[in-house]
């Protein structure tokens, strides 16, 4: 092999490792059968912790800092990967002990949240049109199936049917949206797609109407998975049906994988001249309208919901709508707030991870062992299992955004970008949207300790080593989760991650 | 602005309109002389048989998605092969060309092992062979 071919797969060796983790598995599958769901579990786990080191090692690619020329390894890059393996990783974890799912399908799960680990790890460093569309056709393909997992729920089918179907249209107008892109500009690689539009600005022949036209329907594609209203449809549906550990992969691997290669597009595309020009503006007040419109909708139909995981499903609509808000500050602001806006988003988006990750998992383990799905369910459990209720509480203290959690200096570093960028009535919405996010997170938290008997009921605990290794994560999760300094490192983390 | 638009809206028409003006033409000057073989489903010269409306076993399905999995590995393997002997690294070229062969059999096989490729299916809840 040639040293720049070598370079090149050195810097996809976490994703090379996930694919080894897929192979590995679907071959242990066949040999240890659903008794070795553990062994194959523990494979995977193992892949996806070999990924993690290869990450740290900060490989970039051959000497134009790309692996093949389609995939941009640079720090923003390496800031989602980290985080979409992190949450591929808890979530097979959470798999193995999730009692909805048949034993015998717990070997098929597990390669295939691998591979939509692996599309959108690709996804997020995907520097060509081409390379977008196959990686977030990966990342697509494998949710589907995911979704419908349980094949004896109906839920669970209408859900994959659902989002097979909305999906696809998304994608279909998306790959549209790309033809228009490669037809105005002639170029499929994005960072050359932005300097030639630079240079069409410099020579006084700003991108029009049809540019315009292009974007919007790329955003459709993106949007849809990052659940932004009007593309949020299939949301509450697909996350109640899906198994739960497959909902926090759509609430956190999809979304993270999607706001990734959103960010890399209108930084690579719009943010390459040196002017900013009149498409830019307009583009930024679509998003910025986006980004209120999905925040206010999200937490005023949460509201109205009982079911914990369609509560947790219209609270992720809303907290999509204050990541758009980095977004709109990029578009909108100049160069110095462009850059505030991002770090702000890989910032937010660390904290929500942490918060959501923890949130569905509390709600898989009060599932798992007293069956409680709605709030009446959870009525007074948090008298037969105080720790997980505890860590749940805290949970949703930080999707609301109070202190002494790291989603309130996520927000308050959003807002600040959003003033800063001079979108101050953005930031006044998104204030008085977390004062509706305290009314329903408050709800579940109150039925779990302050409603119901106060009695103790046993439920059917879970027994054995994988189930408290999977349940002990959680409670580090709650504790990155309150932990002020942590914040800080992640802090610092976002702002060494530059494109 | 709008108007730099033009050809776009002139190749509308003109795409709206060389569809239909054959189908209007065709209407108005052929002759209508429909009778029983005429309007008969074309099955190789063979008179059909029964519905074409029935269901499918699902078993073919499987198959058909099997096959098609092989198809597309074929359609890869061709341009491999073509530039094979310019590869400057041949080794290497030959070692991605079986990986990614493996990659496919590597589903056959699953599918063999969990029993996709049977005909006659048996059901793992009562170990009872089902015949059709």
Redesign the interface.
């Known amino acids: 092999m040639s040293p720049e071919l070598l370079a090149d797969f050195a810097a996809i060796a976490p994703e090379m490792w996930l694919v080894g983790a897929i192979l590995a598995t679907v071959i242990a599958d066949l040999f240890v059968g659903q008794r070795g769901r553990y062994f194959v579990g523990a494979l995977a786990l193992a892949g996806v912790g070999m990924a993690l080191c290869k990450l740290s090692d900060g490989a970039t690619g051959g000497s134009d800092g790309t692996a093949f020329g389609m995939l941009a390894v640079d720090g923003h890059a390496a800031f989602f990967r980290a985080l979409i393996l992190a949450g591929t990783g808890l979530v097979i974890l959470h798999g193995l002990v999730f009692r909805g799912m048949e034993d015998s399908s717990r070997n098929e799960f597990i390669p295939m949240v691998l591979g939509t680990g692996l599309g959108a790890s690709l996804l997020v460093a995907s520097d060509n049109l081409i390379m977008l569309l196959l990686s977030m056709e990966l990342l697509s393909l494998s949710s589907y199936l995911l979704a419908g997992w349980q094949r004896k729920e109906r839920r669970s089918s209408e859900a994959a049917l659902k989002y097979l179907i909305y999906g696809a249209v998304a994608s279909a107008i998306m790959t549209f949206g790309f033809s228009l892109v490669w037809g105005l500009t002639g170029s499929m690689n994005l960072s050359e797609i932005g300097h030639r539009l630079a240079l069409d600005v410099l020579g006084d022949n700003a991108p029009g109407f049809g540019m315009v036209m292009a974007t919007v329907l790329v955003f459709v594609g993106l949007f849809f998975k990052a659940s932004v209203f009007p593309f949020h449809f299939w949301a509450p549906d697909v996350y109640e049906g899906a198994p739960t550990p497959v909902t926090t992969l759509l609430a956190v691997v999809s979304k993270a994988a999607a706001f990734g290669v959103l960010v890399r597009f209108v930084d690579a595309v719009f943010l390459a001249g040196q002017e900013p020009y009149e498409l830019l503006e307009s583009l930024g007040w679509i998003v910025a309208v986006l980004a209120a419109v999905t925040m206010t909708y999200g937490n005023i139909t949460a509201v109205l919901q009982r079911n914990v995981k369609r509560l947790l499903g219209y609270s992720s609509i809303a907290h999509a709508g204050y990541l758009l808000m980095g977004v709109a500050v990029m578009l909108v602001g100049d160069e110095a707030t462009a850059d505030m806006g991002r770090e702000s988003l890989l910032f937010y988006m660390a904290t929500y991870y942490l918060a959501t990750i923890g949130a569905f998992g509390c709600a898989m383990y009060l599932a798992n062992r007293f069956g409680a799905e709605d709030t009446d369910d959870y009525q007074g459990l948090a008298w037969s299992a105080p720790y997980v209720c505890g860590a749940m509480v805290v949970f949703l203290v930080s999707l609301t955004g109070l202190p002494p959690t790291v989603g309130f200096v996520g927000k308050l570093y959003l807002l600040k970008a959003s003033w800063a960028g001079g979108l101050e009535w953005l930031a006044v919405v998104a204030s008085l949207n977390a004062v509706v996010a305290l009314y329903y997170y408050f709800k579940v938290a109150r039925a779990l300790f302050l409603r119901g008997e106060q009695t103790v009921v046993p439920g059917t605990p879970h027994k054995g080593l994988v189930p408290v290794i999977a349940y002990a994560s959680l409670f580090a999760l709650a504790g990155a989760t309150i932990w002020y300094t942590f914040s800080d490192v992640l802090i610092v983390w976002a702002e060494a991650s530059p494109l | 602005?709008?108007q730099?638009?033009h050809a776009v809206l002139v190749f509308l028409i003109t795409g709206v309109a060389m569809v239909c003006t054959p189908l209007i033409l065709g209407l108005l000057f052929r002759p209508k002389n429909d009778y029983a073989e005429k309007t008969m489903p074309y099955e190789c010269g063979e008179d059909p048989i029964g519905d074409a409306q029935i269901r499918f076993d699902m078993r073919f399905y499987t198959t058909a998605l099997i096959f098609i999995i092989f198809e597309v590995e074929i359609a890869f393997m061709f341009p491999w092969a073509h530039v094979f002997n310019s590869a400057?690294?041949k080794l290497?070229a030959l070692g991605a060309g079986l990986i990614f062969i493996f990659?496919v059999f590597?589903g056959l096989?699953?599918d063999w092992?969990k029993g996709d490729l049977d005909w006659v299916k048996t059901f793992?809840t009562n170990k009872r062979r089902v015949q059709d």
């Open positions: 602005m709008l730099d638009y400057p690294d290497f990659i590597l096989i699953v092992a793992d």
